[in-house]
């Protein structure tokens, strides 16, 4: 088989630097362009150094999408949007965004990403939107449960995420200064992921279970309060680069056992080539550098704690996103993704 030919835009970010990393030792991939208006003819590795001595591509200004078969989008979110209005790409080169323009369904082709459930549709998809790395990691701890129909009560979720989520650009809450031996809550209940959180949960539950209400769109009153379940997120930025560490705090209607929740999990994922049950208690090094998911539940008589942790820029982005190329190209899903965590 040829190789994939890839094209990459937004090449200078962390996002793009990893997504480099995993291509160039991919075997069935070759990357014709990386694109970076700011640092055209640059070296790569002058930029994303952890690539020294690894390759010799150079950014580069121009997007000859006419010698590609997939585009991954490395934007910001709400560029790829606007690129799209700006830009043509031919109808037979794929795309793929990591941003969160086309998450949600609506006028576009768009499949959503997440393998452990839309499998068969990324495929046979051209287009696909990238989940975002929160909704990652949270959604793998619930599905089994959504689709159980178990999802009954107000869900209770905190996540830790690293530094790399907010991007390359320094910002008042990303510099070492102010991270380093630090802690902090932001955007409670308000963060932008729950909106794919509760479309996917609302799509995998039984027809007659609650629905999980998107309080973004329809914040809680007195005409809704009764007529499903919310998903109570709040996200921390934690002291370290990468990685998310997620606990799920579920009610039932009835008291459960451990064994039938961990059978649960365990038959759900028995076939996902990356997110794994484990019995044990989860530790967040588990996962970090792997495109890894790992998900491990406590049961306390009607009260279920769900722990899931991701490693936010692979299994939370281009990690996701190489395993969803290699699915639309019928490739094996676990080209290039051959990540081992560290020791120690």
Not at 1 to 21: D, H, N
Not at 107 to 122: A, F, K, M, N, T
């Amino acid at each position: 088989m040829e190789k994939i030919k890839i094209g990459i835009l937004g090449a200078a970010g962390y996002t793009g630097g990893e997504l480099i990393r995993l291509l160039i030792n991919h075997p069935q991939a070759e990357i014709v362009f990386a694109n970076s208006e700011s640092n055209a003819g640059n070296n790569v590795c002058d930029v994303h150094e952890g690539l020294i001595g690894d390759t010799d591509l150079k950014f580069t200004s121009e997007m000859p999408f006419d010698k590609v078969d997939v585009v991954f989008f490395c934007f910001g979110h709400g560029k790829s949007e606007a690129f799209l209005k700006e830009h043509t790409i031919p109808a037979n080169v794929k795309i793929i965004d990591l941003a969160q323009d086309f998450r949600i369904k609506g006028d576009h082709d768009y499949v959503y990403g997440l393998p452990e459930i839309y499998r068969d549709e990324i495929c046979k998809c051209n287009h696909l939107a990238n989940p975002g790395c929160f909704a990652t990691c949270i959604q793998l701890g619930l599905l089994p449960l959504a689709k159980a129909g178990l999802l009954t009560h107000d869900v209770a979720v905190n996540a830790i995420t690293g530094s790399t989520g907010a991007g390359q650009k320094p910002g008042a809450t990303t510099h070492f200064s102010w991270r380093n031996n630090n802690f902090s809550v932001y955007k409670l209940f308000t963060h932008q992921h729950l909106h794919e959180i509760t479309q996917t949960l609302n799509e995998l539950r039984p027809t007659d279970a609650p629905r999980a209400i998107d309080t973004l769109n329809e914040p809680i009153n007195a005409s809704n309060e009764n007529s499903g379940f919310t998903v109570d997120f709040i996200p921390y930025r934690g002291d370290f680069a990468r990685g998310i560490f997620c606990t799920e705090v579920v009610t039932l209607d009835k008291a459960t056992d451990a064994e039938t929740v961990a059978a649960m999990y365990k038959d759900f994922y028995k076939d996902a080539e990356f997110t794994h049950y484990s019995d044990k208690a989860l530790d967040l090094k588990q996962v970090v550098n792997t495109n890894k998911a790992l998900v491990h539940t406590e049961v306390f008589g009607k009260k279920i704690v769900v722990t899931s942790i991701i490693d936010n820029l692979l299994k939370g982005a281009v990690g996701q996103a190489v395993q969803n190329m290699n699915l639309m190209f019928n490739i094996d899903e676990k080209a290039g993704l051959n990540l081992k965590a560290a020791a120690f």
